[in-house]
């Protein structure tokens, strides 16, 4: 749920009509207006992690650590845990 306090308007240009046409099946299948719909998905998408600061998070992580491991001493270990 979007927060009453703040509100923020967002204008989208240039949507196909296909697109829109579209959007507003899926809302009119929730029960939604278009706008609530699309507060909601954009609410959602927000809170979803972004890959590529993930993957940039991950890669500082291994290069601080000074650690290298081969795939094969992944498997390993992996191997290992389950005896």
Same mark, same amino acid.
């Given at each position: ?8 308007? +967002?204008? @989208?240009?240039?949507?196909?009509? /296909? ?5 507003? /099946?899926? $809302? ?7 706008? $609530? ?6 609410? /959602? ?12 998070? @991950? #890669? ?11 795939? /094969?001493? @992944?498997?390993? $270990? +992996?191997?290992?845990? #389950?005896?």
């Amino acid at each position: 749920m979007h927060n009453a306090c703040m509100v923020t308007s +967002i204008t @989208i240009r240039n949507v196909p009509d /296909e697109v829109r046409d579209e959007l507003a /099946e899926r $809302a009119a299948r929730k029960g939604q207006s278009l706008q $609530a719909y699309l507060v909601d998905a954009l609410t /959602e998408m927000s809170t979803r992690a972004d890959v590529d600061l993930l993957m940039e998070r @991950i #890669r500082a992580r291994k290069e601080a650590s000074g650690v290298v491991l081969s795939y /094969e001493d @992944i498997l390993d $270990a +992996i191997d290992h845990g #389950r005896r």
